[in-house]
């Protein structure tokens, strides 16, 4: 066992463990042996038996641990404080002249050639023995809270873990029992840790090597072309496939063994991440090289087949192509072709987003061109193209808030919307436009001119329809006085 995994090019921590508890079992095996035949240094080899075996519970502790939660980081002073005990017996057995620390005496006697050792211990040992045993318990704890969160397919290897631990720990404490009573009664802890060494080799260490369809499954998510990540239940990240091995590389934290909200916190702090808020789910968009990526996050529960879930995978799939090309139709869809400004279409969203208390006021300005109808037939079509160009700009730059938009809505005909606006505002809006008009009309070849009239929503119980109406009254009632104005070449 010790020579295959020496000969496994690459390594697990837990597999390190595993390899020194196989020492530790070795080498009680051979000062087992050699206190039976050895008369001189017998005492010697008895008290090699009992160092041999100190770090065995606390190596199979760090095992279990390790194979369990094998992508968890822990800091060296746990390792410290684990092996403290057990460093200590140690020191003691070989510091102390009567080794009373932890025997009242070690006396070799012979029969028919052999020697046995009678051991006499103290309080201390069995302190020892009960921290033992005690990490031995608290591992079998953390494999059966692992086998709660892990598909039935995979409990065997948990399970043998479970039984062997125990067995062994009820075997060595019949045996302790029985040697305290009888001195020549015969220690079994040694022959079954042996066997458990080797089921423990054979169906988790050997056997993995020849999973093929967790082999299968390891390597499509290492080369999956999107980010992904393995969560549990608490959301801390357990896995990253190599493509976000990638593109995490430059944060200043390992995402391995971390939170995943401080994980994307981190990663939008370095490449200057926002959420997007898109109709077709949770879109992220991130600098990468200078360049906009977008990501769709897609999150999957890993569940078993009676729908206890036990984690997560997260899946951050590039779709930068396709949702740079959604954008251009959505623009399309919402925007006039000839002016740039918003459509009909988008108009009514726009109310439906409006329409509520957090927005009121709210100005509605219809605007009817004009002469436009003139210009096309006097100027040609081209004309009148370029007057409702200018128009649409001149409507467009004199917004006065974010929440203000402009729409065509018809040939010669825009309304725009300002939300929390009032009657002085609206007002001063259309002065503005008129002043632009007559300032352009002055240094092109042809006049502009735009009739306007408004009207405002105050509460939301008021139809939106009757505001629309009330402004388009006003806007006829100052087309009627402009009636003789022509939209002409100037010379």
């Known amino acids: 066992m010790t020579v295959y995994i020496f000969l496994t090019p690459k390594k697990a921590l837990y597999e390190y463990h595993f390899l020194a508890m196989s020492i530790c079992v070795s080498?009680?095996?051979?000062?087992?042996?050699?206190?039976?035949?050895?008369?001189?240094?017998?005492?010697?080899?008895?008290?090699?038996?009992?160092?041999?075996?100190?770090?065995?519970?606390?190596?199979?502790?760090?095992?279990?641990?390790?194979?369990?939660?094998?992508?968890?980081?822990?800091?060296?002073?746990?390792?410290?404080?684990?092996?403290?005990?057990?460093?200590?017996?140690?020191?003691?057995?070989?510091?102390?002249?009567?080794?009373?620390?932890?025997?009242?005496?070690?006396?070799?006697?012979?029969?028919?050639?052999?020697?046995?050792?009678?051991?006499?211990?103290?309080?201390?040992?069995?302190?020892?023995l009960f921290y033992s045993y005690a990490l031995v318990l608290f591992s079998s704890f953390v494999i059966y809270f692992k086998i709660k969160k892990t598909y039935k397919t995979y409990w065997a290897p948990y399970l043998i873990l479970i039984f062997s631990s125990v067995f062994s720990m009820v075997i060595n404490i019949f045996s302790i029992y029985s040697i305290y009573h009888d001195s020549n009664a015969i220690d079994y802890t040694l022959i079954i840790v042996v066997i458990a060494q080797y089921v423990l080799f054979n169906s988790i260490l050997r056997s993995e090597n020849y999973d093929?369809?967790?082999?299968?499954?390891?390597?499509?998510?290492?080369?999956?072309?999107?980010?992904?990540?393995?969560?549990?239940?608490?959301?801390?990240?357990?896995?990253?496939?190599?493509?976000g091995k990638q593109k995490f590389s430059k944060l200043n934290i390992s995402p391995i063994g971390i939170h995943y909200d401080t994980l994307v916190k981190e990663w939008f702090k370095t490449n200057s991440g926002e959420i997007l808020d898109d109709e077709s789910g949770l879109v992220i968009c991130v600098q990468d090289e200078n360049k906009k990526v977008y990501y769709q996050v897609i999150e999957t529960s890993i569940s078993d087949k009676k729908g206890q879930r036990f984690g997560t995978i997260v899946e951050f799939q590039n779709i930068t192509?396709?949702?740079?090309?959604?954008?251009?139709?959505?623009?399309?869809?919402?925007?006039?072709?000839?002016?740039?400004?918003?459509?009909?279409?988008?108009?009514?969203?726009?109310?439906?987003?409006?329409?509520?208390?957090?927005?009121?006021?709210?100005?509605?300005?219809?605007?009817?061109?004009?002469?436009?109808?003139?210009?096309?037939?006097?100027?040609?079509?081209?004309?009148?193209d370029k007057i409702l160009k200018e128009i649409a700009d001149i409507l467009q730059k004199n917004l006065p808030t974010e929440n203000s938009f402009v729409f065509r809505v018809g040939g010669d005909e825009f309304v725009t919307l300002i939300a929390n606006s009032d009657e002085d505002l609206a007002q001063k809006y259309i002065n503005c436009v008129y002043e632009n008009c007559r300032d352009l009309s002055g240094n092109s070849l042809y006049n502009l001119s735009i009739s306007l009239g408004y009207g405002i929503k105050r509460d939301v119980n008021q139809s939106i329809d009757e505001v629309f109406s009330f402004a388009d009254r006003k806007m006829y009632a100052k087309k009627n006085k402009e009636k003789s104005f022509d939209i002409s070449p100037t010379s």
């Open 212 to 243: 093929l369809f967790s082999m299968a499954k390891d390597v499509l998510f290492e080369n999956m072309s999107s980010i992904a990540l393995v969560l549990d239940l608490d959301g801390i990240v357990l896995q990253i496939n190599n493509q």
């Open 321 to 384: 192509k396709h949702y740079e090309l959604y954008k251009r139709l959505k623009k399309i869809s919402v925007t006039d072709e000839l002016t740039g400004v918003y459509n009909r279409r988008f108009l009514r969203s726009v109310l439906d987003k409006f329409d509520k208390e957090e927005y009121l006021p709210l100005s509605v300005i219809y605007g009817d061109v004009n002469s436009l109808k003139n210009a096309n037939d006097t100027m040609g079509h081209d004309w009148g």
């Open 27 to 128: 080498s009680r095996a051979l000062f087992s042996l050699l206190a039976l035949f050895e008369e001189k240094y017998s005492i010697v080899w008895n008290l090699l038996k009992f160092v041999s075996i100190c770090p065995l519970a606390p190596l199979f502790f760090m095992f279990t641990l390790n194979y369990a939660y094998p992508n968890k980081k822990r800091r060296p002073l746990f390792y410290v404080n684990v092996f403290l005990i057990p460093a200590a017996a140690v020191l003691l057995t070989f510091t102390n002249k009567y080794h009373n620390w932890f025997f009242y005496g070690i006396d070799v006697f012979s029969k028919d050639f052999i020697y046995y050792g009678e051991n006499r211990y103290s309080p201390l040992f069995y302190i020892y």
